[in-house]
């Protein structure tokens, strides 16, 4: 009957977690069923006794319970553990008398016997109730929290958070070094601290571990090198002339090891040999990408006897080691297991099969001639590990870098498919606590030096130095051929930490009577130690019997070991001291095993869904009580037990069995009922995800492995298609071992939760889709080169005439299918697999309501599964059509285009298309594939990339034509196609093709439906190829139509670089570009504006000699106002220029600083040279002025010394006076005549000499010479400037242009500028970003100018000129810069003083010029604005000032200087006071001397001398002053107290900048003194002239201030005229006669 339909039937009991249980197995047992309330989750049975676990967390105990004290019970009936309650159980476990729970929290609790401390509770021989039991870390507070536990017969280990095992109880079976037994309180096993533990096992006197493969990745466990009791070195090394030795005869006294014979044997003598220490595990050796050893030959022990006797030839004895046999110490033991057929030791024909099937990766057969003796083995053995252990260093290091396993175990899926703990609230309680756990772990830190130290002698620089290459090379050989075949690290890299990891070993100690620590000997092992020969196998699960073990690999296989007295084994051997296969006929996949004392339970996959039950050991006869029988007689009664594994036939009638549990004589099953379906489909895709791995594994072993290890298959393939087997290959480990995690995860999803969200493939579907598509497009590549055909001699080598191997893996229905065909069928085999899961994910997803999130989940993953499955279909019938048309167009021309990546989509050989105008007997052949359109003609062929092709279709026209408009970088022309739907096929399918080719290759876009248009903007690369200036330059980037566009990247192959943006195919915009230069072997860069493919605007070019350039370009060259600074100030030629550029020459007026010379020239240039008039100044005060021609003074000119000195006359050279001229000296001689020489060198004077007479004033005042008539002009000067501003707001000329666009193009720019800003924001500033914003409103500029709008323009103007991304502000930035240049320095002369007053009031009238182009309305200099209402006045008044002296503007009066001074000024103040305080100098030390004698004067005494009448004194004079003298006295001789703030007041002009903010000063401090006259006389009062001045200048006595002279000049010559006859002007008299009163004054 078919068990669906059979369990279909009792689907109305509906129920999960049912629990049968029977003894042995005889054929009329059936199970009893053991009733519950709730659904068994756990069971776990001891010797006599069960303890299970239910839903909600409770647990009960059945059978015999000596220990609880109420009277025994009814052995079967379950006991509640009451103990428990409020406690949630998670995992259960049972020793022979003991039993054991784990709650969610992570605590343990045990109960039952305690004689042995089983139950780690000091005190008690026995614990009638679950009772917590602590595990706390040494030295720490902290319990450590479990995730599960084992129990054996007197002792328990725990598996904790942080993978580590701790245990308790009596005998060597603990792994601890214990001075006595029973160990109470639980300890940690150090032996395996640092590794990661996966599961734990306890059989009555042994224990066993399943520990992942460590690698450097394992951040958890470097490497230990030092003993763990007494810290001397285990490993040591010694460099000979000619080789390394290696020794580890390192012997603990403190570790009391005394199983190991060997061992000592050896520590007197160390051997050449390379031999693993009892306790510590050899590294395992790495080749080169894999993550298993191989290396055999240093594995397991070197036996002694066999080595020093030479009893055993190398390549015997090397594979007895591989084997992981270890052999007895004495000699004649060695030489009987060698010997013996009938030993339990394999021969040399199974060792050799053995070898063959040992591992995944092919291990390294040293092919020593045998007659080479014990050296030559020994050396190959060494080279081997040499070899491997650097090997291992590259490897580990690179999965190090490519795998994210830091966090592998801490994730739930991991630990539950590992360790077998269910219930995810307890598994993220324990994960957050594992984090923390893993900060404080002891290992991270002790290990840290000790891996450095490892490290450091792995990299010994004479390790592989001294070793034959030849055996070098013979020691890798096989490594290099398997590369492919071992993924990296074991599986898809990026996502490897969510699946259960296949790199495991097993680790065993305790008692080992029976062979059952699987060493290949009956010695005890007091620490854990690795079977070897489990390495490599992917063990998942370890089951401990009484007295002997199993092992339970990914592929479903078996192995067992340890006591077989009742074929408990599984096979016919006796008792087996290293692990065998357990019999089972084929297809039989085991998924679950369980052990008691004598017997094994294991759960398989039959041919049906139902799982099927083996059961191996003691038979047990009905009725007979199995106590009676003695053991003796059950040994010789051969009927009595299995001889291999035998199916249960009741196991159909129990139902979906979950797992199966055995202990003492019993056997317990957990199974389901086949609840809607859900249960059935959950074992089925568990099912069928095993048989697929076990098939990918045949594949991987019987098919790729053979074929890859063929000597001829490079010669035969050739390196290309061998490259891209290998890839294939690989990919196909990869996925190989992506399903075999996956199958581990199902199956222990089965074990535990059976429910959807234990499904890896729904949460991580990522992993699957990306492996598959990967290997699907590995076998496609392989497939289009032709690689299943050139296959057929290397088949032939492997498989002979008939590959029947190849038709039983493809399982093909046809026969006598040709062996490429049979390489296709099972390469293409995983893809068949894709259907599968989609299938069955939509089976469990019809058992769930259509509204739930399960279904839809489900749901899902179904349809991502299928639609690859249809993609990777899609994409095989490309590969097929594509390896089709290579074979029909053999030829030179297509093996040039054959590339693996390429797929064939149409192509034009039946004319359906043909080039528009070809010649008469031209051949034009058209195909496109996947990546390029390929133009084909006689013997010529073009490819064209599809990501730069654009194709449009021609409109019909009524000559019928048919055309497509195919646009390429360098080249457009129209094809032809043969019909109407030959033009919307073709149109179609390339339009396809560049959308997919834009989208990346391996994106399926829009399926065969309907197709978008590929977008005409798009970004590629594209390497130009026809002569011009972008020959061979590659340019990657934005396009738009067939032309660069946008930002992107230009490559030349000399060197040259633009990168910024492009437009219609030229550089435009902002743009770097960088030009080597090859003479001085650095580089050209420039950074700015482009515009046609030239540079052209603002930018910056620094020279590769060191010169740098900022300013403006113009096709190219520099144009335009622009600064060249040469050189640093300590190379040959420091020099700055500053001026105006044209055609790539200094032209115009310009600024050149000179700093090495020390001079400074002002004036115009002509082609690089000074022609025309200017100024010199040098730093030791030479002044000249006059013209230049050729670059040199020629022509008329003036030159003044310091000293006052003054020549007026002729020059031919800098400083070489040449004809008529007059030279005046300080005191007012002159000398007039004709000059020659050099200036300061002694001159030729032919002339007279006049001394002007003392009296003849008149004629003395003509000798003053005028400066200022031979230099440029203010208004002449920096005109580039403002041009360029007049240029950014759209006018060809100055004032020549439409307002209108101005303010366009000012938005524009604020645009464009912010937009650079916000791509780098740390250039802008939070309130430069205010300001921008402020900006960005178009001010009202049109209409009447009132008080109010005129203030507005006033703040919008600051605003403006405080940005340089506003073109008004640039332009005020370059003329800061430019001020600065020509008057800083050596240019601070005070006889330059007038031309820089005059230069400023240029600018103001110049960019008064552009307010007013902007603010049509504003009237001219001097207009006048209506007077405002009175409201509004006031209103005025009251607005806040922008900066803290702003003057109340007139109100009436237009000026350039009141508008604009308050924003240039402040900028330019510090040269142009410079220049003020060095003209006033003399005047100003005169008139501060005389401040200072005047202010030592007590304020009276200084009242008095100053004329100022008394009743303006701010003193009370007493009526009687002979009877207050002292007082009287005090106050006269008080100081700076009268008029105290004024004196302040005044003090703030040196604070101020503009000259009206200087008044504002001046009137306030008026406005103070009359406020405290007016105080003083408590009545109004009106200033006279007489009264004011002597007050006002105490005041400024008092106020000390500094460079008054200088001031007070600087207000006089920026004063807004209008205000001079003003009140304002009134009261700057008045200042300036102080000034000039003190000056004067003398004390009498």
Known sequence: MDPQRRSSEDDDAGERGLLHTWKGYSYSITPERLLLPRPVLQAALGAQHGVLLVEGGQVYSFGELPWKQSPALEAMNPTLENTLSGQRVVAVAAGSFHSGAVTEDGGVHMWGDNRAGQCGLSGLSSVPNPTPVALVEAGGAETVPILELACGEEHSLALSVQREVWAWGSGCQLGLNAPAFPVWKPQKVEQLV?????????????????????????????????????????????????????????????????????????????????????????????????????????????????????????????????????????????????????????????????????????????????????????????????????????????????????????????????????????????????????????????????????????????????????????????????????????????????????????????????????????????????????????????????????????????????????????????????????????????????????????????????????????????????????????????????????????????????????????????????????????????????????????????????????????????????????????????????????????????????????????????????????????????????????????????????????????????????????????????????????????????????????????????????????????????????????????????????????????????????????????????????????????????????????????????????????????????????????????????????????????????????????????????????????????????????????????KWTDGRVYTGSFNNGLEDGLGEFVAPNKTLNKNDHYQGYWKDGKMHGLGSYRYASGEVYDGCFQDGMRHGHGMLRSGKLNTSSPSVFIGQWLQDKKTGYGVFDDITKGEKYMGMWQDHQRQGIGVVVTQFGLYYEGAFKDNKMMGTGILLSEDDTTYEGEFSDDWTLSGKGVLTMANGDYLEGSFSGEWGSGLKVTGSYFKPHLFDSDKDKNRAVKLGRLCVSAEEKWRAVFEECWTHLGCEAPGRGEHRTAWERIAEALTTNRQHLLDSPETLSLSHSRTLEGLEIVPDHEGPVTMERYHFIRLYLLKACDTPLHPLGRLLETLVAVYRMTYVGVGANRRLLQQAVNEIKSYLNRIFQIVRFLFPDLPAEGGVIPEPTEDLQDQKQQTPSDSPMESPKPSRVVSSSALLLPVLLPRLYPPLFTLYALEKEKEDDVYWECVLRLNKQPDLALLAFLGVQQKFWPVSFPSSLSSLGETQQVISSTKDVCFASAVETLQQISTTFTPSDKLQVIQITFEEITQEVQSLLKQDFLWSMDDLFPVFLYVVLRARIRNLGSEVSLIEDLMDPCVQHGEHGIMFTTLKACYYQIQHEKIT
Request: glycine residues 8%; contains cysteine.
């Open 194 to 1050: 640092g590794r990661c533990v996966l599961q734990v096992a306890c059989g009555a006197s042994h224990s066993l571990a399943l520990v992942r493969c460590p690698g450097l990745q394992d951040v958890q466990r470097p490497p230990v090198d030092k003993c763990n009791q007494c810290n001397q070195l285990l490993y040591t090394m010694m460099d000979k002339e000619d080789h390394v030795i290696i020794s580890d005869s390192h012997f603990c006294p403190l570790r009391g090891d005394t199983t190991e014979g060997e061992a000592r044997l050896e520590a007197t003598a160390p051997t050449q040999g390379l031999k693993s220490s009892p306790s510590e595990p050899v590294l395992p050796s790495y080749s080169a990408f894999s993550h298993i050893p191989a290396a055999p030959a240093t594995e397991g022990h070197t036996d002694p006897a066999s080595d020093l006797n030479g009893a055993l030839n190398p390549e015997e004895s090397e594979t007895r080691l591989t084997n992981g046999l270890q052999p007895g110490s004495d000699a004649a033991q060695s030489k009987a297991a060698a010997a013996a057929k009938g030993s339990p030791y394999p021969d040399e024909q199974a060792v050799k099969e053995y070898l063959r099937k040992l591992s995944d990766c092919s291990q390294v057969e040293s092919k020593t001639p045998s007659s080479g003796g014990r050296s030559s083995s020994t050396l190959n053995s060494l080279v081997a590990s040499c070899a491997s252990a650097v090997g291992e260093r590259v490897a580990s290091t690179y999965e190090a870098l490519s795998l994210k396993k830091v966090m592998n175990f801490y994730l739930p899926s991991r630990s539950e498919a590992l360790s077998g703990v269910g219930e995810n609230t307890a598994e993220r309680v324990r994960r957050e606590e594992s984090v923390q756990a893993k900060k404080s772990s002891s290992t991270g830190d002790i290990h840290e030096e000790e891996a450095e130290v490892l490290r450091r002698r792995l990299s010994l620089p004479g390790l592989l130095s001294q070793v034959s290459p030849r055996l070098l090379r013979k020691a890798a050989r096989p490594r290099m051929r398997a590369l492919a075949l071992t993924p990296m690290g074991g599986g898809v890299p990026e996502d490897q930490e969510v699946l259960p990891s296949l790199q495991t070993e097993v680790w065993s100690w305790g008692r080992s009577e029976h062979g059952q620590l699987g060493h290949g000997d009956t010695l005890a092992r007091l620490q854990p130690l690795c079977i070897k020969s489990l390495n490599n196998k992917e063990v998942v699960r370890v089951v401990a019997g009484a007295q002997h073990s199993l092992a339970l690999t990914a592929q479903s296989q078996v192995f067992s070991w340890g006591s077989n007295s009742s074929g408990q084994l599984g096979h016919m051997e006796s008792p087996s001291s290293v692990p065998r296969l357990a019999k089972l006929s084929e297809g039989i996949r085991v998924w679950d095993a369980s052990a008691g004392e004598r017997h094994t339970l294991l759960l398989a996959d039959g041919d049906c869904i139902q799982p099927i039950i083996y059961y191996s050991g003691q038979q047990v006869k009905e009725g007979e009580d199995e106590e009676a029988v003695q053991e003796g007689e059950e040994e010789n009664r051969v009927g009595s037990y299995t001889q291999q594994p035998v199916l249960l036939p009741f196991c159909m009638n129990l139902g979906y069995v979950s797992s199966v549990i055995a202990g003492g004589r019993r056997c317990v099953a957990l199974s389901d009922r086949n609840v809607m379906g859900f249960i059935a489909s959950l074992h089925e895709l568990a099912s069928a995800e095993r048989k697929f791995y076990c098939r990918l594994c045949s594949i991987k072993s019987r098919v790729i492995r053979p074929l890859l290890e063929l000597e001829s298959l490079s010669s035969t393939l050739g390196q290309g298609t061998l490259e891209l087997l290998q890839t294939l290959a690989g990919r196909f480990s990869v996925l190989c071992h992506l399903t075999g995690q996956h199958a581990v995860s199902l199956t222990s999803n089965l074990r535990r939760g059976r429910d959807v969200s234990g499904l890896l493939m729904l949460d991580h579907v990522g992993i699957f889709l990306s492996s598959y598509s990967d290997y699907c497009s590995a076998v496609g590549n392989f497939h289009v080169v032709g690689g299943f055909q050139a296959l057929i001699k290397p088949s032939l080598d492997v498989f002979g005439k008939i590959p029947e191997p190849l038709q039983r893996l493809s399982e093909s229905s046809e026969e006598n299918l040709a062996v490429p065909d049979l390489l296709v069928a099972l390469f293409y085999l995983p893809n068949l697999h894709l259907h599968e899961y989609g299938r069955l994910l939509l089976k469990l997803a019809t058992c769930f309501e259509v509204s739930s999130n399960d279904y839809q989940k489900l749901q899902d993953g179904c349809s991502k599964f299928e639609a690859l499955t249809l993609q990777l279909k899609r994409k095989r019938k490309e590969a097929e059509y594509t390896s089709h048309f290579w074979k029909s167009f053999p030829g030179k021309m297509t093996d040039s285009l054959r590339k693996p990546h390429r797929r064939l989509i149409y192509e034009s050989s039946n004319k359906s298309l043909t080039l528009q105008n070809a010649g008469r007997f031209s051949v034009n052949w058209f195909i496109l594939f996947n990546d390029s359109l390929i133009h084909a003609q006689f013997s010529t062929h073009h490819i064209f990339p599809l990501a730069t092709l654009w194709v449009e279709p021609t409109p019909e026209d009524d000559a019928g034509l048919h055309g497509l408009k195919v646009i390429t970088p360098e080249e457009t022309f129209t094809l032809l196609a043969s019909s109407a739907t030959e033009k919307s096929k073709w149109l179609r399918a390339i339009n396809q093709a560049v959308d997919q080719a834009l989208s990346g290759a391996g994106q399926d876009v829009g399926g065969a439906g309907q197709v978008s248009e590929p977008p005409i903007s798009r970004t590629a690369s594209y390497t130009f190829y026809k002569e011009g200036r972008l020959k061979e330059a590659t340019y990657e980037g934005r396009w738009v139509a067939g032309k660069p566009h946008g930002r992107g990247v230009l």
